[in-house]
C-alpha cells in the first residue's frame, strides 16, 4: 500500500512520524512539501535539510510527479494546506482520503455562523460525509468544530503531532533533576514558546512574582522571543523577579529538549488558538511535571488529570497558580508526575506507535471497514465542547483524580 502525506512543510514534529511510515510501509511512503517554510519559523530553527530524507518531495520542484502520487496512492494523508486543490480531484473520484485537522474555530465556535464559512466548509467537508473521507484529530477540539458543519460523523480519530521521542531512562532524568535541586536548592519553572498573547507567557511570570512573594525557593527560565518580550520583560523588573527570572531568547530544538531535561515543572499556559501544542509532547517526554491549561488541544488527549500532569480551566489565573505552589512545595510530587508524564510518551504517543496502528487501520479503511482503538492514538475521538472540557476530563478520570483536583482547586 503506498501512502502519500500532502502538508505544507516538513518539520521535526512531523519527521519522526514519517520516518516511521517510511518503515512500516517498507519505503511506500511519501511526504509532499507544498511550500517553504516561513522566514519566522527558520529562524526559530525547525527547517530541516530536505536531502536528509528519501521520501520527501517538493511540489513546487516536481509538481507532476507529486501530482501523479496524490492520483495514484491507495492513501492520501492530507493535512496542513489550505489550498483545496490539491486533493480536489481525488476526492472527486471518491478515492480514499484522510485528512489530519487542527481546530476550525480557534477563536470560538461562534463564527460558524459565517454564512460564507459555512457554504466553504460544506465544499472543503460536510459533502463529503458519507464518502471515504476520514479525520485525523490534531487536537480535542477539533471533533466538536466538525461536528458543527456535521462532517465526517463516526469517522473522527484521536491524533497528534509526534516529536522526537527520546528513551532516556527516566531515573537518569530524574537524577539530574534531583542534583540540581540539591545544589541551587530551588525549584526549577520553565516556560518555552514564542511571545505572543494566546501563548500567555505573563501567566508564568505572574506566578513567579506570587513565588517570590511568598518566601518560596524557585527559578524560572524563559526560553524564546516575540512581540511581547519587551513587555515581559518590563513586567519581571516591575515584580522584582530579575533574579530569579532568566530569558534566553530563542533556541533550536534540541537545545529547549536540554533545558526540559533539567527542568523540574513544564508551565504550558497556551489558550484555545493552541491548536495541539508539541511543547507539551517533548515536556513530558523530559520527565517535566506539567501544570496545562485544558484549553490547549493537546492537553485533553496527553494529560490525566492527577496521574501524569495538573491541568487548570482556561482563563483561571489563581487555579493555575495555586497548581504551581503546590508542587514547588511538594518535591515528591514533581517526580511522580514527572515520571507519569514520561511513560504516557514513550509508551504510546510516540510516533513509532502511531505508525504502527495506521497502517492497519489504513488497511481496513481501504476495505470499507472503520476500526477504533479502544485507548490513546487511533480511539474514537469523543465530541465534547470546549466550555465542558474541563469538568468532563476530571469526571472521568474517576475518584482518585477528582480527589486530586480538589486539593489542587481549592477556592474556585
Same mark, same amino acid.
Given at each position: ?36 517554510? *516561513?522566514?519566522?519559523? #527558520? ?5 530541516? =535539510? ?6 520527501? @518531495? $517538493? %511540489?513546487? /520542484? ?21 489550498? *483545496?486543490?490539491?486533493? #480536489? ?5 471518491? =478515492? ?6 487542527? @481546530? $476550525? %474555530?480557534? /477563536? ?305
Amino acid at each position: 500500500m503506498r501512502v502519500t502525506f500532502v502538508s505544507n512543510y516538513i518539520n521535526h514534529h512531523q519527521i519522526p512520524f514519517c520516518n516511521a511510515m517510511y518503515e512500516q510501509t517498507g519505503g511506500n511512503f511519501y511526504f509532499i512539501q507544498t511550500e517553504p517554510m *516561513e522566514e519566522e519559523r #527558520v529562524r526559530m530553527g525547525w527547517e530541516a =535539510k530536505t536531502e536528509n530524507f528519501p521520501y520527501l @518531495r $517538493l %511540489y513546487y /520542484e516536481k509538481e507532476k510527479e507529486c501530482r501523479a502520487l496524490i492520483a495514484d496512492s491507495e492513501v492520501v494523508l492530507f493535512g496542513g494546506v489550505e489550498d *483545496e486543490s490539491y486533493i #480536489v480531484e481525488r476526492l472527486q473520484a471518491g =478515492k480514499l482520503t484522510v485528512r489530519l485537522s487542527e @481546530r $476550525l %474555530y480557534k /477563536e470560538g465556535q461562534w463564527k460558524a455562523v459565517s454564512p460564507r464559512g459555512l457554504r466553504k466548509k460544506y465544499i472543503d467537508h460536510t459533502q463529503y460525509r458519507k464518502k471515504e473521507v476520514y479525520l485525523l484529530c490534531y487536537g480535542a477540539y477539533v471533533p466538536s468544530d466538525f461536528h458543527i458543519v456535521r462532517a465526517y460523523p463516526d469517522k473522527m480519530f484521536k491524533w497528534g503531532y509526534f516529536p522526537e521521542n527520546k528513551n532516556t531512562e527516566i531515573e537518569l532524568l530524574q537524577k539530574k533533576k534531583k542534583e540540581n535541586r540539591e545544589r541551587t536548592g530551588k525549584i526549577s519553572l520553565l516556560w518555552a514558546g514564542r511571545f505572543i498573547d494566546w501563548k500567555h507567557p505573563e501567566y508564568a511570570l505572574k506566578a513567579a512574582a506570587r513565588l517570590k512573594k511568598e518566601g518560596l525557593p524557585f527559578s524560572l527560565t524563559m526560553v524564546g522571543g516575540g512581540e511581547l518580550e519587551s513587555a515581559l520583560r518590563k513586567m519581571a523588573a516591575k515584580c522584582g523577579i530579575e533574579k530569579e527570572v532568566t530569558f534566553t531568547g530563542f533556541k533550536k530544538p534540541e537545545e529547549v529538549r536540554r533545558y526540559m531535561e533539567e527542568a523540574d515543572i513544564y508551565l504550558f499556559t497556551s489558550d484555545y488558538k493552541e491548536g495541539w501544542g508539541a511543547v507539551l509532547n517533548e515536556a513530558m517526554n523530559s520527565g517535566c511535571a506539567v501544570v496545562a491549561n485544558c484549553a490547549a488541544g493537546a492537553v485533553p488527549f496527553l494529560i490525566q488529570p492527577g496521574r501524569n500532569g495538573l491541568i487548570y480551566p482556561n482563563r483561571n489565573g489563581k487555579a493555575f497558580y495555586r497548581r504551581v505552589r503546590e508542587l514547588v512545595k511538594e518535591p515528591e510530587e514533581i517526580d511522580r508526575l514527572g515520571e507519569a508524564a514520561y511513560f504516557t510518551i514513550t509508551r504510546e504517543w510516540n510516533a513509532e506507535t502511531a505508525a504502527k496502528r495506521l497502517v492497519p487501520v489504513l488497511k481496513e479503511l481501504s476495505q470499507g471497514k472503520v476500526r477504533f482503538y479502544e485507548t490513546g492514538i487511533l480511539s474514537k475521538a469523543p465530541v465534547i465542547a470546549p466550555f465542558r472540557m474541563y469538568r468532563h476530563l476530571i469526571k472521568t478520570g474517576g475518584r482518585e483524580n477528582a480527589a486530586l483536583d480538589q486539593r489542587y482547586s481549592s477556592g474556585l
